[in-house]
């Protein structure tokens, strides 16, 4: 079994800077991608960072130069950069990873999301 674990969401002020981390645990073989979604209120979740193995990485357009994705490969763990946060960045972010348990069994996995609030 494998396991994605968020943490790092909170409340800030508009302008202000947050940082998520996320850590797989549990039975890996290896990581490919791993991202970063999230999903507004009343919202369909969409992408907001990615970073490949080999360390490509890819932003929302929403985001870009304000948030940065990096990753720590001896750690299993997914870093988001937060800054210059805006009210529309309030949302539950959601960890992701495309996990492998052996050399040919992967799957998407999920955390189970974190709460960031933007107050203006």
């Known amino acids: 079994q494998v396991q994605l674990v968020e943490s790092g969401g909170g409340l800030v002020q508009a302008g202000g800077s947050l940082i998520l981390s996320c850590t797989a645990s549990?039975?890996?073989?290896?990581?490919?991608?791993m991202g970063w979604y999230r999903q507004a209120p009343g919202k369909q979740r969409e992408l907001v960072a990615l970073i490949t193995r080999g360390g490509s990485t890819n932003y929302a357009d929403s985001v870009k130069g304000r948030f940065s994705i990096s990753r720590d490969k001896t750690k299993n763990t997914v870093f988001l950069q937060m800054n210059s946060l805006k009210p529309e960045d309030t949302a539950v972010y959601y960890c992701n990873a495309y996990i492998y348990r052996s050399s040919t069994r992967g799957a998407d996995s999920w955390g189970q999301g974190t709460k960031v609030t933007v107050s203006s």
């Open positions: 549990g039975s890996i073989f290896s990581i490919d991608d």
